[in-house]
């Protein structure tokens, strides 16, 4: 019978081998996927108990971990709540959004950039802590973005993203209806699952973050790619005739589109600029007609469209130009409508790259991790991600945009002694929701130095692209006189 | 009867000092773990070391002074490894205590009971090495053994004494003690199993047709596997318990296989096995919906006797890391039995994978000993016995070890030793003391059949010398 027992012994060791690797691979291989779930209290638990580390903008934090006579020992703050709740985020026993969640090692202080504190913490028996992230915001930005936000009529929902153009530095990143992160970060777990049933159930969505989460036809703001595809098309300049009038037969339909305010832009033929100046719907679904869904495509995806950038924050929305739209629907794209969508952080995108000589920068908001001592261990690089439009093209349409800042719908983002370009943009989704008023601009024209988009849903807009231009055009403009340093 | 023991005159030594010496090691790895809670848990050691070391200590002391009087040639490393288990095992239910008086639980002195049950294990253990000098005595109980355990088996089902836990039917109540009449159970169908196989084990081997390389046993010899298949299938489900109906199935087959020498048994075995658990899932809602947790456990994590536990045991393992959180700095009891079922988890989290592999290698030993020992018995019983005692260990902790580290679905079957459990405790001492009792027979020197120096022919070639 010894043969079998051989056998057997042989069998048993395979058995026993099977289960040391399997804890191997439970305790040693796996551990990173792990701690990594959501539902894992114990890392949790462990990152609650510890410092960690603070969010900065500028030289002030806008959460940071204090001291506090609790199992916990730290208590999350967030000192201007509801004007940072888009970008930080919150920390929560539950669950972590914003920067918190992105940065949630290095703010734990379990990033492999943080290993010689950590080695040294372990090796001084001192509690380890852990490190800063600085963002890219501007203060004074942040704080225009936010106050025209609130300053809004009744309760309009809207966001505001502005960007540097030469490098996609976010300065300023604010959305309306927000919340306050701090009663999310309470201990009192029960308070907190309350707060947040309440928060997740609200009808106005606080906990979304509006200028990357939020996709809405851009409406007239996207006359802008249009414009890019048709002088990139080598047929058009600045100064090209396109079709103006009263109306647009769409293709293959009886349906018409006028111009928002009933006339006819001036003429049968005018120029490219005054189409952009007037906002003529007639010219841009035309040209939109005629350069076609795969041209208008690319043009959309070369700034961005289809595709996310941010790394820095969870849950960026797709920005969609579809390319399976029929005629009429291409035509209507032109103008912003019909299937396409867009973020705030996209328009804003799209006018940064203008600004910046068609190159499309990734936006990023997290300029440096810090050690605890506050050493920087990283630096975001800025990162081209596209050439747009050649630098002639975007000089033109730079050109246009002070146009019409200048003389056309956009005059209401004037800044005296700065020459800057803007767009306007009323959208509608359907008949019997609030049509969305957008905004976008940069300035100065001669050195760019902020590119913004805002967009407003509120209630009281009425369905006219000056009026749009009156609720998001002094808040871009609030915004660049923040930035503009002259 | 071969004698291994003898041939080529190789003696065994008692090895009785090398014994010793191990088990004063693995009263260090006990004692100290105690201490080790405490200053994990509550900052000092704690008061009673001395008290509980002396405890475990003595009854150590016990059991290999027994082993040195009645089973003198038996495996020295048995025992050092079961006290160092056991130990180990106590100490972390300690820990479990702590933390549950914190958390104001009803039951936070399981401890207390399990050094209990250690105790009266050790009484047993000490008995069956005392009155059971001979194992082929229990050979004389086969059918008597095999009924008892297949009535124990059957006890859960009884009304009033037998009750449902958590879906399983595995346990019965009587006089206010919960009792898991399977541990118990699976020692007794050892014997049997042993006992009958020795005496048939012709007649299963003989004959047979040979179908690609495998020889495939009669149609007719069916009878026994086709039985103990059909205790099998009732256990998984009536028991819902998939271990162990595993567990007496593959024990069977072990045995049927080393009794026989032909694989051909597993083969067919293998796949009626298969076969049942397949219809089982399909059928059996309980035993189905334990394979759902274990392959989507992410689906199951809230429901109510869902994938909490075996995810918290891996976040708890995962935690730990290699070498573990200490004792006090994790947080065991998330995972809901930390004292029994999932002791492994909650030591993989504090003490971390360093632990884990050194508990799974003790068992291995233990394995590889037992299986020493049916290399080295001079009997077929006595083979038979030893196979049987070594695979339920391997098999029991692979089900457990592989359930809660999620290598297989999860089910009800305690850690040898380790976990929390009196039945379980108690069977385990019981099937150490047999092992012991098989290697003593079988290291033991064989008497000399030829006469004696001094015998009459030295006597006469003497007289011719003299002469």
Not at chain 1, 119 to 141: F, H, I, W
Not at chain 1, 334 to 358: E, F, H, K, R, Y
Not at chain 2, 355 to 361: E, F, N, S
């Amino acid at each position: 019978m010894n043969k079998p027992i051989r056998v057997v012994a042989v069998f048993c060791l395979a058995l026993f081998m099977l289960l040391l690797v399997n804890a191997t691979y439970v305790q040693y291989v796996r551990p990173d996927g792990l701690a990594d779930d959501p539902r894992n209290r114990r890392v949790i638990s462990a990152a609650f108990s510890r410092e960690r580390g603070a969010i900065l903008v500028g030289k002030e934090a806008v959460a940071r971990s204090v001291p506090i006579e609790t199992k916990y020992k730290f208590q999350r703050t967030y000192p201007q709540p509801f004007k940072y709740a888009p970008l930080t985020g919150y920390f929560s026993y539950y669950s972590q959004t914003g920067v918190e969640r992105s940065q949630n090692r290095v703010l734990s202080g379990d990033d492999s950039r943080l290993f010689v504190t950590r080695l040294v913490d372990m090796l001084s028996n001192s509690e380890p802590k852990g490190g800063n992230v600085q963002l890219t915001v501007n203060a004074k930005a942040q704080d225009a973005a936010f106050a025209g936000l609130e300053a809004l009529p009744g309760d309009a929902q809207g966001a505001v993203v502005a960007l540097e153009p030469s490098t996609g530095r976010v300065l300023a990143m604010a959305s309306t209806p927000t919340f306050d992160p701090n009663r999310l970060a309470s201990h009192d777990f029960g308070e907190v699952a309350d707060v947040a049933e309440k928060l997740n159930d609200a009808e106005n969505q606080p906990l979304v973050n509006r200028a990357i989460a939020t996709t809405l036809p851009p409406g007239s703001t996207f006359k802008l790619v249009t414009a890019a595809a048709a002088i990139e098309s080598g047929k058009y300049d600045a100064g090209s005739l396109v079709p103006g009038g009263y109306k647009f037969q769409l293709p293959e339909s009886e349906t018409t589109i006028g111009n928002h305010d009933g006339g006819n832009c001036g003429g049968p033929r005018i120029t490219l600029t005054r189409a952009l100046e007037v906002s003529c719907n007639v010219a841009f679904l035309s040209l939109a007609n005629e350069l076609g869904t795969e041209a208008m495509a690319e043009q959309a995806e070369a700034f961005g469209f289809n595709s996310t950038q941010l790394e820095d924050l969870p849950g960026q929305a797709k920005s969609l130009y579809p390319r399976d739209m029929n005629a009429p629907q291409t035509a209507m794209s032109g103008m912003g409508q019909s299937n396409v969508t867009s973020t705030p952080l996209q328009m804003a995108m799209v006018v940064a790259a203008i600004a910046n000589d068609g190159d499309v920068m990734r936006p990023y908001v997290v300029d440096e991790v810090r050690a605890p001592n506050l050493s920087v261990l990283d630096r975001t690089d800025p990162e081209t991600l596209s050439n747009a439009v050649s630098a002639s093209t975007a000089a033109e349409l730079k050109d246009m945009m002070v146009s019409t800042v200048e003389q056309g719908t956009a005059t209401v983002a004037q800044i005296p002694g700065v020459e800057v370009g803007g767009k306007t943009g009323t959208a509608q989704s359907t008949e019997d929701r609030p049509p969305y008023a957008w905004f976008v601009s940069f300035a100065p024209a001669d050195d760019p130095q902020v590119a913004v988009a805002v967009m407003v849903e509120a209630s009281a807009t009425a369905r006219n692209e000056i009026a749009g231009g009156l609720l998001g055009g002094p808040i871009a403009k609030a915004v660049m006189e923040a930035v503009i340093t002259r | 009867m071969t004698q291994t023991g003898s041939l080529m005159g190789f003696v065994h030594r008692q090895r009785r000092g090398a014994e010793l010496f191990l088990l004063v090691l693995a009263l260090a790895v006990g004692i100290g773990a105690y201490a080790a809670v405490g200053l994990g848990m509550e900052g000092t050691i704690p008061a009673d070391i001395v008290g509980y070391g002396g405890w475990l200590v003595l009854l150590i002391v016990a059991a290999h002074v027994t082993v040195r009087i009645v089973a003198p040639y038996a495996d020295p490393v048995l025992l050092p490894l079961v006290a160092a288990l056991n130990g180990l095992g106590l100490a972390v239910i300690h820990r479990m205590d702590i933390t549950y008086e914190a958390m104001d639980k009803p039951n936070h002195d399981f401890a207390q009971q399990q050094l209990t049950w250690m105790t009266l294990g050790v009484v047993l253990f000490i008995g069956v090495l005392v009155l059971l000098r001979d194992h082929r005595f229990l050979q004389r109980f086969t059918y008597t053994a095999g009924l008892t355990g297949i009535v124990l088996l059957l006890l859960p089902f009884l009304p009033f004494i037998g009750k449902e836990v958590y879906g399983a039917r595995i346990w019965i109540n009587v006089a206010g003690f919960s009792f898991q009449p399977g541990e118990v159970a699976k020692v007794a169908l050892v014997i049997a199993f042993a006992g009958y196989l020795v005496l048939h084990r012709d007649a299963l081997a003989l004959a047979g047709r040979r179908v690609l390389f495998i020889d495939l046993p009669r149609g007719r010899d069916l009878g026994p596997i086709l039985a103990m298949f059909g205790v099998s299938m009732m256990i998984l489900v009536l028991q819902r318990d998939l271990g162990s109906s595993l567990l007496f199935f593959g024990l069977f087959l072990v045995m049927l296989y080393v009794a026989t020498e032909r694989p051909g048994w597993l083969v067919v075995g293998g796949l009626m096995f298969s076969l049942g658990a397949l219809l089982a899932w399909a059928l059996v809602p309980h035993v189905g919906r334990r394979f759902d947790i274990w392959l989507n456990p992410q689906d199951y994590y809230d429901s109510v006797g869902g994938s909490y536990q075996p995810t918290e045991a891996l976040f708890g393992m995962g935690w730990g890391g290699l070498i573990g959180r200490g004792f006090g700095n994790g947080m065991p009891e998330r995972i809901t039995f930390a004292e029994s079922d999932f002791i492994v988890a909650a030591i993989g989290e504090e003490l971390g994978l360093t632990a884990v592999m050194a508990i799974i290698l003790c068992y291995g030993l233990i394995v590889e000993r037992a299986l020493r020992i049916a290399l080295i018995a001079r009997d077929g019983f006595g083979k038979l016995l030893a196979v049987g005692l070594g695979s339920v260990v391997a098999l029991q902790v692979f089900v457990v070890i592989g359930g809660v580290t999620s290598l297989i679905p999860l089910t009800g079957l305690t850690t040898p030793f380790l976990s929390y459990g009196g039945s379980s405790l108690i069977a385990n001492w019981v099937i150490v003391a047999l092992l012991l009792r098989v290697s003593d027979q079988a290291r033991r020197p064989v008497p000399r059949l030829e006469p004696e120096p001094g015998g009459p022919d030295e006597e006469h070639t003497q007289v011719v010398k003299l002469r």
